[in-house]
């Protein structure tokens, strides 16, 4: 259950942190889904930063009906979701970032909602939460988030290597004002963060993986301009507490 004061916190600093989501055991499965082939394994592609690494991810649009599935309607995530979006909420994609040992590239400083604002999305009312399956730390390249930051609302983003990036002159100015976080996660436990939070992260030159599941979700009222229609998504379902262990 959510706090008030978790609100306030997610409300004033544009994302927030809540240990032990998941359980052991549900990371172990993740992990088994990871490694053992499924939807990760068919979607993996690389995305180069602007140093020539690559950061690796696999990306879905469908909610499907495997582990991936049951972790984005676990009652944890989708319940604290909804209360922080304050409406009804709908999955937008997941995707796994895989930031392998000595080789995952970085992430170039963005807002989500850099390239939600181009799928035609008109509200910046979407969140994305971020399940650390194994420790994140700086030394693994940690995400990197600027307190605060969605404040501003949405920056104008460019080309940045393969991924999209906000201008790097401007980020310079916003870095004076807004305090950098290096958010260290423990597996299982979860960082939701709002669409105009800044975040990057750094190529993983550790010899620790750092893989991550990140689920994003926009409000169910949020209407996605597509050429000369609107596409409206249906309301997340939420899973059973238990549905994600029994992948493994
Ligand atoms: O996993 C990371 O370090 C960053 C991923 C990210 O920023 C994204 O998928 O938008």
């Known amino acids: 259950m959510l706090t008030h004061e978790q609100a306030h916190q997610y409300d004033r ?37 602007t140093s020539g690494k690559n950061a690796r991810l696999a990306l879905w649009s469908e909610l499907g009906d495997d582990i991936w599935a049951a972790a984005s309607t676990h009652p944890g995530i989708v319940g604290t979701a909804r209360m922080l979006m304050r409406e009804e909420i709908s999955f937008f994609h997941g995707k796994v970032i895989l930031k392998e040992a000595r080789s995952g590239g970085a992430w170039e400083w963005h807002q989500d909602y850099g390239y939600w604002h181009h799928d035609g999305f008109l509200l910046p009312n979407m969140l994305s939460a971020f399940v ?29 290597g393969g991924q999209m990036g906000t201008d790097p002159q401007r ?13 260290e996660m423990t597996p299982g436990s979860v960082l939701f963060f709002h669409c105009n939070t800044l975040h990057t992260s750094a190529a993983n030159e550790s010899d620790h993986h750092r893989r991550s599941f990140i689920v994003c979700y926009t409000g169910t009222s949020n209407p996605q301009y597509q050429g000369d229609s609107f596409k409206t998504y249906p309301v997340c379902p939420t899973g059973a507490p238990d549905a994600v262990s029994r992948f493994a």
């Open 13 to 49: 600093d544009g994302y927030l942190l809540v240990p032990d989501v998941f359980s052991p055991a549900e990371v172990k499965a993740m992990i088994g889904a990871v490694e053992g082939g499924g939807r990760v394994a068919e979607k993996a592609y690389d995305m180069a930063d």
């Open 132 to 160: 650390a399956l194994d420790p994140s730390t700086r030394e693994n390249g940690c995400l990197q988030v600027l307190r605060g930051s969605h404040r501003m609302g949405r920056l104008e983003h460019g080309r940045a």
């Open 171 to 183: 980020i310079a100015a916003v870095e004076k004002c807004f305090e950098r976080v290096h958010v």
